[in-house]
């Protein structure tokens, strides 16, 4: 037999082997521009979440500051007050009135400062504590209680410093003859005045009315009212405001701003469920 053309006459031809089916193709993936874009939306919240916190928490560091000084000074005058009960000689020939009034006014201005303390302290533990592992909408929550907690705990500071002043001046009246008791008297009544005074007129300069408020909650259902105003605006708008104002509204703006805030705005621009308050719906609908 002669060898094909091309090939060895010497070299066996070898036998054919069955080749295996092959695989199927898997089917061609689709391009990821849906899950690109779904990834991007994602990113583009997170961030915008993240932006919206950095603001919110410079108020939460604000209110934290204020309790932490409101507590710096109420424990001082808190052991003021101690050390005026157990290390004053009071003398035994002194009225039984004076002497009732002045530990009774005493022992008040040492407990309502350390209620302010304890205020003070609590509210710059728990509120940050709150505002980092709460769920969404804690942030909010948080900043919000404390505006109401820290201005109850200055209520509270101001009531003992008030309660100390008189405490000297009942004390004033059991050691020292009625000349020095009755001069001191008048010096410690033109000290409350003052600080009366100075408070009323500093808390009208640097107030802000509830219209006029801004805060770190973005209010996305309606156009944001900000107005660039002057110092001069801003006096004639507290003016007006606190002519409208009764003396139950004052009280509730002081202790309750946030709610007192959100009705004011109500009032004036209509219900919307994104201004202030707006927590009281869920932590589902605003970022933590």
Not at 69 to 75: H, K, L, N, S, V
Not at 187 to 195: E, K, Q, V
Request: glycine share 6%.
């Amino acid at each position: 037999l002669e060898a094909p053309a091309g090939r060895c006459p010497c070299r066996r031809p070898r036998a054919s082997r069955p080749r295996a089916p092959r695989a199927p193709r898997p089917p061609r993936a689709r391009r990821p521009g849906g899950a690109m874009l779904h990834a991007d939306k994602r990113a583009l919240e997170q961030n915008l979440k993240v932006s919206l916190l950095k603001i919110r928490e410079k108020e939460l560091h604000f209110y934290t500051e204020n309790c932490v000084a409101i507590g710096t000074q109420a424990a001082l005058l808190a052991g003021f007050a101690y050390s005026g009960i157990i290390q004053i000689d009071i003398p035994e020939q002194a009225n039984d009135t004076l002497k009732t009034a002045y530990l009774c006014v005493t022992t008040m201005a040492m407990g309502l400062e350390l209620i302010a303390v304890i205020n003070s302290t609590l509210c710059s533990m728990l509120g940050p504590g709150l505002a980092l592992r709460g769920p969404d909408g804690s942030m909010h929550k948080a900043v919000d209680e404390m505006m109401e907690e820290y201005r109850l705990t200055f209520l509270f500071f101001g009531l003992g410093l008030l309660a100390f002043h008189i405490s000297a001046l009942l004390f004033a009246w059991l050691e020292f003859i009625w000349p020095v008791a009755l001069a001191m008297s008048v010096a410690l009544l033109l000290f409350i005045y003052g600080m009366y005074y100075y408070f009323v007129r500093i808390y009208a300069r640097f107030k802000v009315p509830p219209s006029l408020m801004i805060t770190g909650r973005f209010d996305t259902d309606r156009a944001v009212h900000e107005t660039s105003i002057t110092a001069a605006d801003l006096r004639r708008a507290n003016a007006a405001h606190g002519r409208n104002q009764t003396v139950s509204q004052r009280v509730s703006e002081y202790l309750f701003p946030v709610a007192y805030i959100h009705r004011v705005l109500r009032a004036e621009h209509g219900p919307s469920p994104g201004t202030i308050g707006a927590h009281t719906r869920g932590p589902a609908t605003s970022p933590r």
